[in-house]
């Protein structure tokens, strides 16, 4: 390969989040972690000498909370800045983030990316690929099995170089990806021990699950004298309630009562400090004794403390759980005040500062989230323990009793609400007449462009939303029956066309296709929401399928959907029919995939019929609604089609309705029978059938003089 396509190739391994669990992590306070780079198992791990002893990984695992990825963060640092000559390369997997954040296929592109950029020489391993030029772009599609081969061959191609690796929170990641994760590094580990190379790997998680290792180290943080004192040293300087006996009696108790669980420390210190802060000394040692010392039920003692806002802390919750993407303060503040307050005004920066937006975030998830820096500001949860307990059953049903039941899906059906909600008051202004009114929008929001900052999000996500109540028992239809359409397609041609520089690649469609034309079930198709789209299929089949926009939203579904509602609903009639005989692989499903973004001006029936697959073909015309004799712009019937692809099957389907038109002539005056005439290969029995219709002229002429029979002299036939 050559060093542009080697250069394409490196970029192709980057996504855009691939530092950011890193990023988000807090520093360790100083004066905590250093005593892991003086612990035994760590020394031990780096000695070459003792390479045979544990193949070059160490695991260190703790409870939730303890602070493993703070640790694991420090060590980087560390090892970069005191392991000269080595390379050091990690990954920090992030159950909060997006999809190769939380994939080994993301870990794998990482480190890749960080191995071939520190030793470009190494990059002659893409050759290995053998990839032709045509497939080597930008976008290229990785997947785990070619990735794991590069890695293993860039590491053993390390000759004296040596690399060590930190993988942080597998257990945020699906344990059978982890699995074969260990494996693959298992057998790298033998074969970089087996040939002298220098290859060291530490991993971070949870006790649980439990994954086996059969040369490893391995690091409990729990009973850690190191650790112990990190605990001890943080409370020293954060625990602000004087130097009394008392006050020394009460950090003594708050270390042993930790258990080692870092989070739970900060948790607890905060809330002894705000008891302090309110001149309430006296009883600062009841309170601790009052708190649990379980991580979960500390979390539960926090959210039902106080439930003066009950509503904003459920909103604010849902949001942080269950939205797309990670918020922006300001899109989550707007968030809940649309489905808390009765009437809010767009955002005036002078009367509501961006501070004050973040204090009322933090206020109303009751400091169990954080405001987080990388690719622009974002609102998390402060810990993957956070989610952990708020997903389980009983949590929820305690603070909110008529959620208990599904809470998932009742939480997607409210912010499917909420985003219909803040988006009324632009539907009534682009029900006016004509585009004068999408103009008059675009030109307030292109001038004001911060003053909706929950707009973008609405927008693109309500159809999400509502898709995963639906496939989680939440009813959809009333939605969907009076979903704004027409209004929904103005306002993203309002944000996109008219200068808002709003990044929304989901809905670039929409500018490519004429969507504006087109029907709710395209839509649905092209966003990939299959269990709206099922929803909104019952009445899809109806008379007038064969329109433009009705056929392409046709194609669309097939194409987009075949595969996924088959998997997921086995036995339901004609998309299970459609995927036992269609292949997903096919060659012919690939060309599908792309028809219907080429096709305008042909009804289904007619496209079906060139392509020659009678299994669809049957079941559209099982509808019996469907006008068999519908001619396209070139004035061809579904009869023509059927017969220029010799596809005898469909022909015959079409001539037992007894409703066709046999010889009916297009543009050209080419009749089914002259086409079925003019192909090359197996045309015999669709001839043969024509002409016992005894409806068919073989010596009809076309616009140039022919005849069925001259083309099929002419061919051979």
Not at 247 to 262: D, M
Not at 484 to 506: F, K, M, N
Not at 536 to 553: A, C, E, I, K
């Amino acid at each position: 390969l050559g060093s542009t396509q080697c250069k394409t190739l490196l970029d192709s391994l980057r996504f855009k989040q691939i530092d950011m669990r890193h990023a988000t992590i807090k520093d360790a306070h100083p004066e905590t972690c250093r005593w892991l780079t003086e612990h035994p198992d760590y020394t031990d791990w780096l000695d070459e000498s003792k390479i045979d002893e544990h193949h070059g990984f160490l695991w260190i695992k703790g409870k939730p909370g303890a602070g493993k990825s703070t640790l694991m963060k420090f060590a980087v640092a560390n090892a970069r800045e005191t392991m000269d000559g080595k390379i050091i390369i990690s990954f920090f997997f992030n159950a909060r983030g997006e999809h190769l954040e939380r994939s080994t296929i993301g870990t794998y592109r990482s480190l890749l990316l960080q191995l071939l950029e520190r030793l470009p020489t190494l990059q002659a391993v893409f050759a290995l690929l053998n990839l032709p030029a045509s497939s080597i772009h930008p976008e290229y599609s990785w997947g785990a099995e070619p990735l794991k081969m590069l890695l293993r061959e860039a590491i053993q191609s390390l000759e004296t170089a040596s690399v060590v690796c930190f993988i942080d929170a597998l257990d945020e990641c699906d344990e059978q990806q982890i699995r074969d994760m260990v494996t693959f590094f298992e057998h790298v580990g033998e074969l970089t021990v087996s040939n002298g190379i220098n290859f060291h790997v530490c991993f971070s998680s949870r006790h649980y699950p439990h994954i086996s290792i059969q040369k490893a180290l391995h690091l409990v943080l729990e009973g850690q004298m190191g650790h112990n004192r990190d605990i001890l040293n943080y409370i020293e300087k954060q625990l602000k309630i004087g130097q009394s006996q008392t006050a020394q009696i009460i950090r003594k108790e708050l270390q042993k009562k930790a258990s080692g669980v870092f989070m739970w420390v900060a948790l607890v210190v905060s809330i002894l400090n705000k008891e302090y802060d309110r001149g309430r000394v006296h009883a600062l040692q009841r309170r601790l004794q009052e708190i649990p010392s379980d991580l979960h039920q500390l979390f539960r003692e926090i959210l039902t403390c106080d439930l003066d806002d009950r509503y904003e802390l459920l909103l604010c919750i849902q949001w942080l759980l269950f939205s797309k993407r990670r918020l922006t303060p300001s899109e989550l503040y707007f968030a809940i005040l649309s489905g808390s307050e009765t009437d809010f005004s767009p955002w005036d920066k002078i009367e509501i500062s961006d501070d004050a937006v973040e204090r009322f975030v933090l206020d109303a998830s009751k400091g169990l989230a954080e405001c987080v820096s990388g690719l622009g500001q974002r609102v998390q949860l402060i810990h993957e323990s956070v989610r952990d307990f708020l997903l389980e059953r009983n949590a929820v049903g305690n603070i909110w009793p008529e959620l208990e039941d599904n809470f998932q899906g009742l939480s997607h059906d409210n912010l499917r609400r909420i985003c219909m909600l803040y988006m009324d008051p632009f539907f009534g202004v682009l029900s006016g007449p004509g585009p004068l009114t999408t103009i008059a929008l675009c030109n307030d929001l292109r001038e004001n462009p911060d003053v909706v900052p929950f707009l973008e999000y609405a927008i693109e996500n309500v159809l999400y939303h509502a898709d995963l109540a639906e496939n989680l028992g939440v009813s959809q239809e009333m939605f969907v029956h009076s979903f704004p359409l027409a209004s929904w397609i103005r306002l993203i041609v309002a944000v996109t066309e008219y200068g808002l520089d709003l990044h929304r690649p989901q809905l670039g469609y929409a500018k490519q296709v004429h969507a504006e034309n087109a029907s709710l079930a395209y839509h649905l198709a092209m966003l990939d929401l299959p269990n709206l789209f099922r929803l909104h299929f019952r009445t899809l089949m109806n008379p007038d399928l064969d329109r433009v926009s009705q056929g392409t939203s046709f194609y669309a579904a097939l194409s987009t959907f075949v595969d996924p509602i088959a998997a997921a609903h086995p036995t339901e009639n004609w998309l299970h029919n459609l995927q036992s005989h269609w292949p997903y692989d096919s060659v012919s499903w690939q060309v599908f995939r792309y028809a219907f973004l080429v096709i305008g001006s042909r009804d289904a029936l007619s496209y079906l019929a060139g392509l020659g697959d009678v299994h669809t073909f049957t079941l559209l015309l099982d509808t019996n609604k469907i006008d068999i004799n519908k001619r396209d712009w070139e004035g061809r019937t579904p009869l023509s089609y059927t017969a220029g692809s010799t596809n005898a099957a469909a022909v015959r389907l079409l001539l037992d309705t007894n409703d066709i038109s046999v010889d009916e002539p297009d543009s050209m005056g080419s009749t089914p029978l002259a086409w079925a005439a003019t192909a090359l290969h197996g045309s015999e029995a669709v001839v043969e059938m024509l002409l016992r219709t005894n409806s068919v002229d073989a010596v009809k002429q076309d616009l140039f003089g022919r005849t069925p029979l001259s083309y099929a002299a002419e061919h051979g036939n």
